[in-house]
């Protein structure tokens, strides 16, 4: 029997569970699979195998493994793959097949844009984005974020789209906004790149304001966050790994 463990990231922020769950909840509704679970890489319980045993538990032969994460990194290409490592040993007539992260997604570049149109601010003829990744030591991460920027760039008309990273390598938070310092920029519209607003969003608040930006010409955004064009995204993901698009272990 098919089933389906959706794996969030996991925060300390009560708040950011809670948001976490919902949208999960919300979006089973929309996928005719019986048995789906939730469970989190870090930090909020259950952990995957707590998760996995919970399918298996309600007869469960083959286990879809859907990482609710915008891009492949580390913890898709090594974290979740170990974890299933694990679990085919604990379970080896279980049939695991790994789905795929949101990747660089058309949906996404529509939701950012509207994080920046909720703002009720005009836009500007030369307004430019700053884009603020998480961070990773993956080169593939600053990567697809350039291919995010640029298609925001030319879909939306911005005269620039920056991306920068709040950890890890690639271009640094401090560092950007420094560079756009410099170059006097008149209207910039940062957007956490982010599922949920937590404490990375309350660090990228912090650093602009000690970087003594003229705060008339920032206007900070809400994250990506769980919105309509998220979940169908993971709604795509889910049945295309349902399908055997997946990667299996």
Known sequence: MQAILYIG????????????LHFIEETKKQVDISIQETAFLELAEPNILQGIKKCVERGATRILIAPILLLAAQHAKEDIPAEIEKASKLYPNIKFTLGRPFGIHEKLIDTVYKRITEQQCAILPDAEVLLVGRGSSDRAVIRDMREISNRLQKKYKFHSVRTCFLYGTGPSFEN???????????????????????????????????????????????????????????VERVLKGINNEGDEI
């Open 176 to 234: 950007t906004m420094n560079s756009l310092k410099e170059q006097d920029v008149k209207q910039l519209f940062i957007v956490p790149y982010l599922l949920f607003s937590g404490l990375l969003s309350i660090g990228i608040q912090k650093k602009a304001k000690a970087l003594a930006f003229d705060e008339s010409r920032i206007i900070l955004c809400n994250s990506l966050g769980y919105d309509r064009n998220v979940r169908k995204v993971l």
């Open 9 to 20: 990231h996991g925060t300390r922020i009560k708040k950011g569970v809670e948001e976490a």
